[in-house]
């Protein structure tokens, strides 16, 4: 038997605030699972209910036609995924749309446009949808692409609560997935973000054919920024007919619950999303990615354009594992 010295406690605050080096992150990644689930689970029980999951609810604002070539995506014009494109929807049918999801128990509602950035002549439409999901009571959030300094102030004027902006992977594989901008041009719309005011949410996608190292290196990014997001989305890729990645190899379950765990100790105090490629997902899955930190979903039967579990599902889902939607002041 290994004489490996047994993992009997952890500070469960040790790491709150702290810069992170690579070789630390890695080490903490391949710990044994056990140990690294049993520490990233202490962090998580410190800072949060274990059993409260906050629910998140997407709407496509405008879909498809997209000028950006992420090898991932189904809304690129640069593939031939068969997504028909449309216009940017209506002020009135987005609020009522939000309505219908805060009463589905949705507490936060993302509004996500397949836009390399906005154009100045969109922003009025923007910020009334903005407005009219916040008259809700509903927390907002928007993923728009690459935003200006002065674009971000309109929308932190307009009561904007987060913005989703993902660094999708490590600055290294960036450019084998993403070549019409860059990893820099990513961070910079992130500090015009907090600059503005408002709350950051960015993450990534595993399982691009990238390495366990990539998933360390990107997580590292995001802890080390000058504030680490308040909202970090995993996804895990839904391979798409068609698109750059459509045969990508998938990632392995447990190095997926290993970046989950990891996001958890660099980042104690943030909501880590466990966003898209659930329905590939067992509910056994789902629960180690629980256990491991993840404290966030998004509900509904589709996400912008591809599948999520349905309603019924997730209802199921929470009553296996005895999880409860998180209320609004527990989630800020
Ligand atoms: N156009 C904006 C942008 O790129 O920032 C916002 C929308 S974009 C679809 C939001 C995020 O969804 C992407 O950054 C990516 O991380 C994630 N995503 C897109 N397609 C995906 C897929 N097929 N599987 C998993 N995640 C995906
Ligand atoms: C994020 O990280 N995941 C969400 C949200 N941010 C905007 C989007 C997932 C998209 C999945 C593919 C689709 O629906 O087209
Ligand atoms: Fe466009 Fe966003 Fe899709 Fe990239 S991820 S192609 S920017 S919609």
Redesign the pocket.
Known sequence: MSEAPVLKSVDSTASIGAIWHFSEAKKIYNLPFNDLLFRAHTVHRAQFDPNAVQLSRLLSIKT?G?????G???????YPTGLKASRLMEVEKVVTEARKAKEGGATRYCM?????SPKDRDMDSIVAMVEGVRALGMETCM?L?MLSPHQASRLADAGLDYYNH?IDTSERFYREI?T??TFADRLETLANVREAGIKVCAGGILGMGETSDDHIAMLVTLANLPVPPESVPINMLIPIPGSKLADAAPVDPINFVRAIALARILMPQTHVRLSAGRTAMSDEMQALCFFAGANSIFVGDTL?TAENPGEDDDAGLFRRLGLKPMTLDAAE
Do not use: F, V
């Open positions: 498809g997209c000028a950006e070539d992420c991932y995506c189904s809304q690129s014009a640069h996500g446009a397949a836009w390399r993923t692409g993902n993403i019409t901008r912008l």
